[in-house]
């Protein structure tokens, strides 16, 4: 069999198990409504929780940050690729989430994947809930610390592990708000088993920043915890309408990773005017009319509309709302059902979800209407009807 011959034959595979994975082209920005196939189709497919993606806020900082910066940072930050705006980013963001100090990376994934990396080493242990995103799983692997996971949010199965372990350094590593199911790890407890244990803490907090705590301050600020033990990391593409991620915590935590972290060093700094852009949205977070509450807003109307038609969502607070279908041929049905409907729910399935737990993802957003949600709860009684 020629190299190319097995690819073809792996892709007759995923398609017959439902599992092959193709991309839609959206025509327009993100927002309440996109353009999809020549028709305008209800939004509740992505992670603008807040309606930043295409604010107008943002577009006009990122325009004047292409004025004064322009487009390209043009060199790593350790090189001459931190510019002042990019300084300006870190400061705001730390006094954003409550923490001493925050490191600009290229995306969540870089960041995760640096941060392990930088902490851990082959003297380490990395312990990781189940359900982690592939980022905290793959930076966990590549650290060549050993790797244990825990099932999904079973602080006594982790506290075993970690009594047991012997390794030289400790690390906790887990999703904030998980990515596919919308549930919220135990901040608090998972701190104290850190100091109980002697463990650093890794938040993982994408789906947490803008959503949860005061003025979306994040899993911080929700919780009510602060210790030079936490690193935290916070994503901008999803609430924060932009691109990037920031870690932060202790001074020293910072110039750990401004000198360790292989892909904070070995990678060209973030466009300029993806820092304009959340300096904006931070600006949209702390202002009066809050997006923040809004989001809110939805999340209980839709869950209330559920409940009324009957529509099984998972238990979950948070922007991500998912209904389990299980079977993937039939979650990819549901999804072109409701998009027959003209609302975008995407399907998703294994390897993203445990086998047998295809889902349908709903995301809502500060943009959405009340009669949005509602709608959505109606058509999802319909198509879920046998
Ligand atoms: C929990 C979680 N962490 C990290 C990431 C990666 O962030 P980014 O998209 O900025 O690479 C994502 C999603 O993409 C995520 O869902």
């Not at 989430?97 to 990396?117: D, E, K, M, T, V």
């Not at 600020?221 to 991620?245: C, D, E, H, Q, W």
């Not at 209330?304 to 038609?309: F, I, N, P, S």
């Amino acid at each position: 069999m020629g190299v190319s011959d097995r690819l073809v034959a792996g892709l007759a595979a995923l398609e017959r198990e439902d599992l092959r994975r193709t991309r839609r082209v959206l025509d327009s920005p993100q927002g309440r409504h996109v353009r999809l196939g020549g028709r305008e189709v209800l939004n509740f497919a992505s992670n603008d929780y807040l309606g930043l993606a295409n604010h107008p806020l943002l577009r006009e900082a990122m325009r004047a940050s292409l004025d004064t910066y322009g487009a390209g940072a043009g060199a790593s930050p350790l090189v001459t690729g931190h510019l002042r705006i990019h300084e300006e980013a870190e400061a705001r963001f730390a006094a954003f989430c409550g923490l001493p100090r925050a490191l600009l990376f290229g995306s969540g994934y870089a960041a995760n994947i640096g941060i392990l990396g930088a902490l851990a080493g082959p003297e380490g242990e990395i312990f990781g809930d189940r359900l982690n995103h592939a980022c905290l799983h793959d930076g966990a692997r590549l650290s060549r610390a050993r790797y244990t996971r825990y099932p999904h949010l079973d602080l006594v199965a982790l506290e075993r592990e970690l009594a047991r372990s012997e390794a030289a350094l400790r690390v906790v590593a887990t999703d904030v708000v998980f990515s596919m199911d919308g549930d919220v790890a135990p901040v608090g407890e998972l701190l104290a088993l850190c100091e109980r244990h002697d463990a650093w803490l890794v938040l993982d907090d994408a789906h947490g920043i803008g959503v949860l705590g005061h003025q979306g301050r994040g899993a911080l600020a929700r919780f009510g915890v602060a210790s030079p033990r936490i690193v935290y990391m916070a994503t901008l593409g999803k609430a924060l309408g932009g691109y990037g991620a920031f870690a932060c915590g202790s001074s020293e935590v910072v110039d750990w990773l401004v000198q360790k972290s292989r892909t904070y060093i070995y990678s060209t700094a973030l466009p300029p005017m993806m820092a304009a852009a959340v300096l904006a949205a931070l600006e949209i977070l702390e202002g009066e009319d809050s997006p923040v509450d809004r989001l809110h807003g939805r999340i209980a109307e839709f869950r209330a509309a559920c409940a009324a038609a009957r529509v099984a969502v998972v238990e979950s607070a948070t922007a991500i709302q998912p209904v389990i279908v299980g079977d993937a041929a039939r979650t990819l049905e549901m999804s072109a059902r409701l998009l027959d409907r003209g609302l975008l729910v995407p399907a998703i399935r294994p390897p993203t979800v445990p086998e047998a737990t295809s889902r349908l993802r709903i995301s809502l957003s500060a943009a959405h209407e009340r009669g949005d949600v509602e709608h959505l709860a109606l058509a999802l009684a319909e198509c879920l009807a046998p």
